[in-house]
């Protein structure tokens, strides 16, 4: 099973909100990670945590909060969004031992009014 | 500097047809290879990897990819395509050594089918 789940589909916030994306996963990975895709762009990589212990931030401001309770789980607070950050989400996970290959969720497609 | 190059933003074939997709990529060492394709809307779909050994990989979908140390490339390639392949196709690497998380992504290639 290579699958990695993520909630909610769809998410539609105003600049003042509060509102949490979750990404599952149930393949003993110990890293997982936090993208970022806008239309017809690569994906481009935000939070990377290696056995639950924020190891890369790729200097993401700080309306983005990330959070690992456990191995299995992820999520990623949005907090005063700003329009432009309307982009589709996407966590992923790996083994921590090389050679990484990811495995991807389906995505949060997210729109800020 | 290290890259990664998909040199088609966007490729039309027939259904039926062959397809080939390119990769090249600049690194001091040879990174891990992979693909990643992406329909409209989704999440990335690991396609096929190469990490050392036999240069021709063989992939999900019916699709394979051969890596060419000398051309510093990893092409996709399928024999015959399929409408239901039209969508997105990412060419990414990762380092070897080190850390090894960051995924390096060429910017894609679009490709379409026509019946």
């Not at chain 2, 998909?6 to 990769?23: F, K, M, N, W």
């Not at chain 2, 001091?28 to 779909?45: D, H, I, M």
């Not at chain 2, 399928?78 to 910017?107: I, M, Q």
Request: proline share 7%; with cysteine.
């Amino acid at each position: 099973d290579t699958e990695v789940t993520q909630t909610p589909k769809h998410l539609v916030m105003g600049m003042t909100n509060k509102k949490s994306l979750k990404c599952e996963q149930h393949m003993g990975h110990r890293a997982m990670y936090w993208y970022k895709q806008k239309a017809k762009k690569p994906p481009e990589l935000m939070f990377v945590y290696s056995y639950e212990k924020l190891s890369i931030n790729e200097s993401v401001p700080s309306r983005f909060s990330p959070e690992c309770p456990n191995s299995s789980l992820l999520n990623l607070h949005l907090h005063a969004l700003q329009p432009e950050d309307s982009a589709l989400y996407l966590c992923a996970s790996s083994f921590r031992d090389p050679p990484y290959e990811q495995y991807f969720g389906p995505g949060t497609r997210l729109t800020v009014t | 500097a290290q890259s990664v190059t998909q040199p088609d933003i966007h490729i039309t074939v027939s259904e039926g047809a062959s397809l080939e997709l390119r990769c090249n990529y600049s690194y001091g060492a040879t990174p891990y290879l992979f693909w990643y394709v992406q329909s409209p809307g989704q999440g990335l779909q690991l396609l096929l990897k190469y990490f050392s050994g036999d240069t021709l990989v063989q992939g999900i979908k019916g699709f394979e990819a051969e890596f060419k140390r000398s051309q510093s490339s990893f092409n996709l390639r399928k024999p015959s395509v399929h409408w239901s392949d039209a969508a997105e196709y990412f060419c990414a690497v990762l380092p070897r050594g080190g850390s090894n998380y960051k995924l390096t992504f060429g910017k894609g290639t679009l490709l379409t089918v026509n019946p």
